[in-house]
């Protein structure tokens, strides 16, 4: 088990060995990371990193190949009203489509013993008001995703587990949602969001677990992620430029994407460097810019095609590896 990814702060959820294979194909590799009680943490990585079983694994969903999924030291099913410890919205697709949203949210307060008042309390903080006689089948995506973390909610748990909460949102809607996760840590509440896209959850985190291929290739603190493996990236114009590339390769830059007819962009290297390195061969700079590209550095600590080699691993750990 890695420790806590801030000292001082008890971990509330532990994957400790948590290995899973469906049909003898390996998804989670044993997986260990912590996520310390009042924080809002990232659970990042590419599209079939093993975040949505990760996830259905601590709801008891589905049961681990080894290790374990515990919530304050014990899985799920050991807790008298799992329902009120923890919250769950993974999946948009989370009620009949001829009930209405109100009627979704009345059965699970049914199941929980909870007021049939808490259900309107709820679509308001959620945003469905308006719409809490609607039938669910008229929801758009970004409803669907509401009418999910309400019912998350219902039971007033400790612990949300949101998998792509903002997916389907609307510029307004990811707003809202941000000020609502805000609200819940300020109340001291535990929420673990999964998400394949750092730019949607950069200014909202206290901490970041990036898995990959099954395996946590990062984990530690949001300010510890930025300061260490924040990319700059340097766009350049010139009329020397695959002079310029040449020069900047075996100067250990990289190039990335397509090199244009008399424009490159480069990482590895600072403008200044690359200033010196034009001066020293003779090569020509019209225009030279910097931009600091979050999702270059979320790119490099998963790999290409989420694969990642060990080596790579111990090179980009926050903190203990995982």
């Not at 589905?62 to 009120?84: C, F, N, Q, S, V």
């Not at 995703?145 to 990811?174: C, F, K, S, T, Y």
């Not at 040449?246 to 008399?262: C, K, N, P, Y």
Request: hydrophobic share 40%.
């Amino acid at each position: 088990m890695i420790d806590p990814p801030v000292t001082g702060a008890a971990p509330v959820l532990v994957a400790r060995g948590l290995t899973k294979r469906y049909s003898g194909r390996l998804i989670l590799d044993d997986l260990n990371f912590s996520v310390r009680a009042g924080s809002i943490t990232g659970f990042l990585g590419p599209n079939g990193a093993g975040k949505s079983t990760t996830m259905r694994l601590f709801m008891g969903l589905e049961r681990p190949t080894a290790g374990a999924a515990l919530i304050d030291g014990k899985p799920l099913a050991g807790w008298p009203e799992p329902g009120r410890k923890v919250g769950a919205a993974l999946s948009n697709r989370c009620a009949h489509p001829g009930r209405t949203a109100r009627d979704s949210l009345r059965w699970i307060a049914l199941l929980l013993g909870v007021p049939e008042r808490t259900c309107t309390e709820i679509l308001g903080r959620v945003g469905l008001a308006d719409a809490a006689d609607r039938r669910t089948g008229e929801f758009s995506l970004g409803m669907r995703q509401r009418l999910a973390l309400g019912q998350a909610m219902v039971g007033d748990p400790q612990v949300l587990l949101l998998d792509e909460p903002m997916n389907g949102l609307d510029p307004q809607g990811i707003s809202w949602l941000r000020g609502l996760l805000a609200d819940l840590r300020a109340d001291g509440r535990t929420v673990l969001m999964a998400s394949h896209l750092l730019r949607e959850i950069e200014d909202l985190v206290d901490d970041l677990v990036i898995i990959s291929a099954g395996r946590v290739v990062q984990s530690g603190s949001m300010t510890s992620f930025l300061d260490k493996f924040r990319e700059e990236t340097v766009t350049i114009r010139s009329e020397d430029v695959h002079e310029l590339v040449t020069a900047v390769r075996e100067a250990g830059g990289q190039v990335r994407g397509v090199v244009l007819r008399e424009e490159v962009a480069v990482v590895g290297l600072s403008a200044r460097a690359i200033g010196r390195l034009a001066r020293d061969r003779g090569l020509s700079i019209d225009e030279m810019t910097t931009e600091r590209r979050l999702e270059a550095a979320f790119e490099a600590a998963t790999g290409s095609g989420g694969e990642m080699s060990a080596a790579r691993v111990r090179d980009l750990s926050v903190g203990r590896p995982g």
